[in-house]
């Protein structure tokens, strides 16, 4: 039996109003949390020095579009529909089948070293055909990242040669999830990527394979007026309203963004009980609009927070992402006390476990859950003095600043360092595959 010990960190368990453990210790055995402590420390094969650091929960990055990655920095400063159809959706269409492998590879050592243990993948893609999804589970796997990665579609209609056939979906998605069961550090959900590009039949289908196989989905929502106008063209109803209509509500089905809702929008989301995440960051750039957060936690809606795709963030900073969710709903309601620490970093750990159906073993440093552990070195001079460990996490830490992460019990970054990836290699590759793929454009 394995056993890891961290010991002299001031350990944020994430735990609901538990004030921080000062020079604590954490003992992880065979990849889960076996006890939390203060005092002396149990032995352990392994002893890791956790003096300086702040012992977090690993984040959740519960929105992400690693599929993208190849056109970070690329149409900023226009509006979301404009960025994607005039500078994305080209670069996405000459991606070759080993240029999955890549940006899976790249974004998962973007995240971990951001302390980002899990990311919720919205994979989608022009290229199903050459099984470009499989090739994505195996690469984020293979990274040591925790992830549920979403395969995302549409049956009717979205950008050429991103439609896909209702029954191909079906096919396609079940072949996934056979290959990476509800088991293991890999997982599969599924999903309309865009939800006026639908059919009322093809929801379903989704919301069926879902009910027979655990399986979450996780759906773009009310993002901006347009979305909405969109689905309102189509359908006669709003965003909500139509997802509620065909029966894709529910705690399985995570609704991502949420910006631009009615009172009884956010009433129909709290009475089905799907979770809402939040992209502050992305809903910045893109000028997409501000989510009404305090009116959906007061309806009861569980919360967790995403950082959007590595194109639209245009990092993968939940540290980053967590200040943004905080300040932007201060700023807009001049309420200090509107959002504070404590409940973005709630979001952005026990939150998004929670969305993904794992809320009763990740997210949180306690007994019985899985050992996916991140040290942020406090001890820098943006960081100084530490009156409150919590605050200095939230609102002075950066991405950077985080030193050791465990992913079920395995160090994957020590120093600061990858420990699975060969970084500067992906970093060359990547960098070397967008400019061609570009210029080809
Ligand atoms: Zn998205």
Redesign the pocket.
Same mark, same amino acid.
């Given at each position: 039996m394995a056993t890891t010990v961290l010991r002299g960190g001031t350990i944020l368990t994430g735990e609901a109003g538990r004030p921080p453990i000062e020079a604590g210790w954490l003992l992880v055995e065979d990849g889960l949390i076996a006890a939390v402590g203060e005092g002396d420390p149990p032995g352990a094969d392994e002893v890791i020095d956790a003096s300086g650091m702040l012992v977090i929960p690993g984040f959740v990055n519960a *929105?992400? =579009?690693l599929c993208m990655i190849y056109g970070r920095s690329l149409g900023t400063d226009r509006d979301l529909l404009h960025w994607l159809g005039e500078a994305q959706i080209p670069v996405m269409r000459g991606l070759e089948p080993s240029d999955y492998a890549l940006s899976m590879t790249l974004g998962a050592v973007e995240n971990l070293k951001a302390g980002n243990t899990t990311v919720c993948e919205?994979f989608f893609s022009p290229h199903y055909d050459a099984e470009v999804d499989q090739v994505a589970a195996q690469a984020l796997d293979d990274s040591g990242i925790r992830s549920v990665l979403f395969r995302c579609t549409n049956d009717e209609s979205f950008f050429d040669g991103f439609v896909e056939d209702r029954g191909d979906i079906v096919r396609r998605v079940s072949e996934l999830h056979d290959r990476w069961p509800n088991d293991g550090r890999t997982r599969i959900g599924g999903g309309p990527l865009i939800p006026w590009g639908s059919s009322e039949g093809s929801f379903r289908d989704l919301v069926e394979l879902s009910a027979d196989r655990g399986m979450p989905l996780h759906l *773009?929502t009310a993002?901006t007026p347009e979305y909405n106008d969109l689905v309102r063209e189509r359908t006669g109803r709003s965003n909500v309203e139509m997802l509620a209509d065909v029966g894709s509500l529910g705690p399985a089905v995570m609704l991502? =963004?949420c910006v631009h809702l009615s009172e009884r929008d956010i009433a129909l989301i709290a009475e089905a009980g799907s979770p809402v995440i939040h992209?502050p960051t992305?809903n910045m750039l893109l000028a997409s609009g501000v989510a009404p957060v305090p009116a959906l936690r007061a309806a009861g809606v569980p919360l967790g927070l @995403?950082c959007? @795709?590595p194109a639209?963030n245009n990092g993968q900073d939940m540290i980053e992402n967590m200040k943004y969710a905080a300040l932007l709903q201060k700023a807009v309601s001049r309420r200090a006390d509107v959002v504070v620490a404590e409940e973005v970093f709630r979001m952005a750990t026990h939150g998004g476990a929670t969305a993904i159906g794992l809320g009763d073993r990740l997210g949180m440093l306690a007994p019985g859950f899985l050992a996916d552990v991140v040290l942020v070195d406090a001890r820098g001079p943006h960081m100084t003095p530490l009156h409150d460990p919590l605050a200095a996490l939230v609102y002075s830490a950066r991405g950077s600043d985080v030193d050791t992460v465990l992913v079920g019990g395995s160090v994957v970054v020590r120093g600061g360092v990858a420990q699975t990836v060969d970084e500067q290699q992906v970093v060359r590759d990547v960098a070397r595959r967008a400019a061609a793929v570009r210029a080809a454009c």
């Open positions: *929105h992400t =579009h919205v *773009h993002e991502n =963004h992209d992305s @995403g959007d @795709g639209c």
